[in-house]
């Protein structure tokens, strides 16, 4: 086919938009395209939002000449074998070959006499979206971009979030149907509908996090959700891609578009805010479920201008487990939502390397900020980039987010500035600060996970195939997921276990001797909420009760009731009915809150240490006994880092180090030094 003859833009002025003549589902589409002022629409227009490439993510997709065998029906029914890729026209199995991971094969259209390919998502939403009535004029950025050409590539990154902005109406693609995710919308209705029972609209934004969940799961129809029918609805890879952010978070009005069925965006977002109360990540651990949570807090960002407030490197780790194609991508595709701090080039021709690197740099040399350095950690996957370790790679999405971004309140440094010296022909950074201590020992219990990871103990219904290399005479069972109650009390037995587990442990590190003494228990106490409430001010007074509240829950068989009535009793010889009883509940509750509300904000995903000199903290998965914890002037935090060859060190990630966080490490007692990061 010959290539579109496409006219030069006046950029960052102007751009295009794609008029799609009327027509059904199975007319040929024709269409034409028109230059495009940006900020004088004398006509609106609407925006496409989709994925490229597959519609539904799966962990294994066969081969397109594989001979898959079916059955459908009812009695005999029909069966027989068909090959893969000959399933997505298939009048009964086109819905599983979605299901399966299948590609939609390219598409023709014919643009203002042109005959041209596109690729098989984009002309199926076309065929979905276009009016039988009447033109639509929408702009799609594989058509309305000229993608040979880099230059014009290259200027668009910074006015995507202006068309988008734009648009009247944003249409978001997630793909055809695979017949089950109707199943997610009515557990989707059921959570609204018991949201509603639970409180009205003017008070669902005021309660705090742990009075909203106690009316939500308290409701007795919430135990009969079937939680795991989301996972097909959000199982779809427009939830990970880089670039649907900016058209999501810019949109005025934004509909969701599955096959023939549409959702509002807003109904689904706030179906999806109580689902989060009901801590729905800890069931499914999708990368769905922060997609729509990171969607929604940008579009809660803009200012009256509709413009974004946010910081690159508050957006960079907020969208980390985000995906794209090309490595620079995942700073092309947020420059438009974020604040112009810093200088980013657009050029399509660097490396990721190159883009990543310079990125770092920026923050480092020009304003003078340790920050950057907060983002650098053990990566959960390894990355196909090669970049030392002081430089973030953005492409990789680790275990956890740095306290940075988790907004512990923190300035370990001081006042001290920064002091650095970047040699870049060896790729090394040069700080300056002091050495704090070696750790000695790491509590390992705690099951990590990857944030979209579901830990290996949790069952769930699972829809897609996997593959299964077996020897010549084996044979494999098929799972068997059991009934909703009993997957409910796996949960709930898996989480209990692990965390009482994870506590015996933690009692290991602080006090290897045995008993610990009052004092190791209260450090402990401190330690497990990084010393500060989930809103970042001071512990109470009472936060050793809150702790042992904690552990005499998670480490006894008994109810929460029962827990609390037996600690009011030891504590006041009461009931908890009396005076002093409720009195000193109401105390109880008040740090048990403080602690744990803290804990689950900053501590998760961390493991637990003691450091040679008898401190305890928080580092990231990966750390090793034997690694050193240093304090570099100018930071807010600590790092964890490992010795190299000659006298160089890798960083390992940020860390909590109890009794360090406000410039305790200052001190003439320990002694500075420079530590050359490789």
Same mark, same amino acid.
């Given at each position: ?32 395209? #028109? ?26 997709? @066969? @081969? ?41 094969? /390219? ?19 076309? %065929? ?48 055809? &149907?695979?017949?089950?995710? %109707? ?57 990970? %891609?880089? !670039? ?73 780790? &907020? ?74 790679? !953005? ?16 300035? #370990? ?41 579901? /830990? ?22 098929? /799972? ?37 003494? /009052?004092?190791?228990? &209260? ?124 006298? %160089? ?30």
């Amino acid at each position: 086919m010959a290539p579109y003859p496409y006219q030069r833009l006046d950029l960052p002025r102007e751009t295009r938009i794609l008029h799609i003549e009327p027509g059904s589902f199975g007319d040929a589409i024709v269409c034409s395209l #028109a230059h495009m002022r940006l900020g004088e629409h004398s006509q609106p227009y609407e925006g496409l939002s989709y994925c490229w490439g597959k519609s539904v993510n799966v962990e294994f997709i @066969p @081969p397109s000449d594989t001979m898959v065998g079916w059955a459908y029906g009812t009695g005999q029914g029909e069966s027989g074998e068909t090959r893969f890729r000959d399933m997505q026209d298939h009048p009964e199995l086109h819905k599983t070959y979605i299901q399966f991971g299948g590609q939609l094969s /390219p598409g023709s259209i014919t643009c203002d006499g042109v005959s041209m390919e596109i690729g098989g998502e984009l002309h199926r939403a076309i %065929r979905r979206l276009r009016n039988e009535d009447r033109a639509l004029r929408i702009w799609v950025d594989a058509l309305c971009i000229d993608q040979n050409n880099i230059e014009e590539r290259n200027k668009h990154v910074l006015i995507m979030g202006d068309v988008y902005a734009g648009a009247s109406h944003v249409r978001i693609w997630l793909g055809e &149907e695979t017949g089950i995710e %109707r199943l997610a919308l009515s557990v989707l209705d059921d959570v609204s509908a018991i949201a509603a029972e639970s409180f009205d609209a003017t008070e669902s934004g005021t309660l705090n996090f742990f009075e909203a969940r106690k009316r939500l799961l308290t409701n007795p129809k919430a135990a009969n959700i079937e939680w795991e029918y989301l996972q097909p609805l959000f199982n779809r890879a427009w939830f990970n %891609r880089i !670039w649907v952010l900016q058209e999501a978070a810019n949109a005025s009005k934004a509909t969701i578009h599955l096959g023939e069925c549409s959702l509002d965006w807003e109904w689904l977002s706030e179906s999806m805010h109580f689902a989060r109360i009901f801590k729905l990540d800890a069931v499914l651990r999708s990368f769905s479920m922060k997609s729509l949570g990171v969607m929604q807090w940008l579009r809660g960002r803009k200012d009256l201008d509709a413009r974004f407030a946010v910081p690159l490197l508050d957006l960079l780790e &907020e969208t980390r487990v985000f995906e794209s194609t090309l490595p620079g991508d995942k700073v092309y595709g947020v420059l438009s939502l974020a604040d112009q701090e810093v200088n980013v080039p657009v050029d399509y021709a660097l490396t990721g390397e190159s883009i990543f690197t310079h990125l770092a740099l920026e923050y480092l040399e020009n304003h003078h900020s340790l920050d950057i350095l907060s983002h650098c950690m053990a990566p959960a996957l390894p990355s196909k980039l090669s970049l030392p370790s002081w430089v973030p790679d !953005w492409t990789v999405h680790g275990w956890v987010e740095p306290f940075r971004s988790r907004e512990l309140n923190a300035n #370990a440094a001081g006042a001290s500035g920064a002091r650095i010296t970047v040699n870049k022909r060896d790729s090394e950074l040069a700080v300056v600060g002091k050495l704090l201590s070696r750790i000695e020992a790491i509590e390992n219990t705690k099951e990590i996970t990857r944030l979209a990871e579901t /830990p290996k103990a949790l069952g769930a219904p699972t829809f897609g195939i996997k593959k299964i290399n077996l020897e010549q005479g084996e044979t494999v069972d098929l /799972p068997s997921h059991g009934s909703l109650h009993d997957r409910t009390s796996m949960r709930q037995r898996h989480h209990m276990n692990e965390a009482a587990e994870t506590l015996f442990d933690m009692h290991k590190v602080a006090s290897p001797a045995g008993t610990p003494t /009052p004092e190791v228990r &209260e450090a402990m106490a401190r330690t497990f909420a990084c010393n500060r409430t989930r809103d970042g001010s001071a512990l109470g007074a009472d936060f050793k009760l809150g702790f042992d509240l904690h552990s005499m829950i998670t480490c006894t068989n008994e109810t929460f009731e029962s827990v609390c009535r037996w600690m009011i009793q030891e504590a006041t010889g009461a009931s908890e009915t009396s005076r002093e009883g409720r009195a000193f509940e109401k105390k109880m509750m008040k740090a048990y809150e403080e602690v744990i509300g803290a804990h689950q904000k900053f501590c998760f995903n961390r493991r637990f240490i003691r450091t040679a000199d008898g401190n305890f903290g928080w580092v990231v998965n990966g750390t090793k006994v034997g690694d050193v914890i240093a304090l570099f002037y100018g930071a807010s935090y600590p790092f964890v880092l490992r010795e190299q060859a000659s006298g %160089r060190y890798q960083i390992i990630g940020d860390c909590y180090l109890d009794q360090f966080m406000d410039g305790e490490g200052m001190g003439p007692d320990y002694l500075e030094q420079e530590f050359i990061l490789v």
